[in-house]
């Protein structure tokens, strides 16, 4: 499978390459909202959508500025994407799912900050993504991130119904989890052939 295919691309992104558990972004909300899977997977969800749209409009910018001459202002570009495009997110939940909205809480507006975000952006850049290709590779982080957050949601609900010693619960527990799904993917590094 060639490097450049749209299927090597979304695999290598969702498993090998999984931005939160071999990449280690996006980790404040995949810490912060896995405690549950009716909240992980609409943020899951949420994220992947603002991937998405942050994605085709920096592949435009970017068209934009290197014509241009000005790719110094890439970064502040693409942050300002990322934001109104969280901003549509918000707008829709409020409108459409208010408990929803409710049980996301501050983790929502924090997808404005998420790393993994401007990751998607940064990185179709620098690798010369075609349009298809840049869209795959958003869509694919977007799947790997609700992966993520929803195995570890997963894992942590069915924890809590489970007697741990008192030194495992809490942050510690959550980081434990945390660091074994990353492992586990790890062993999907073979699949990215080397390519990062």
Known sequence: MSPDSLTFIFLNTVLANNFVLAMFLGLCPFLGVSGRLDTAIPMGIATTFVMLVSSVCAYAINQVLVA???EFLRLISYIAIIASAVQLVEMGLKKYSPSLFRSLGIFLPLITTNCA???VALFQTFRDYDFSQSLVYAFGAG??????IALMA???EKLELSQLPSVTQ???LSLML??????TFMGFAGLGGGHG
Request: hydrophobic content about 60%; overall charge neutral; glycine content about 24%.
């Open 178 to 183: 945390g660091g074994m799904l990353s492992l």
């Open 117 to 119: 975000i401007l990751g």
């Open 154 to 156: 997963g894992l942590r």
């Open 68 to 70: 241009f001459d000005i």
């Open 143 to 148: 799947v790997g991130f609700t992966l993520a």
């Open 170 to 172: 809490g942050a510690a």
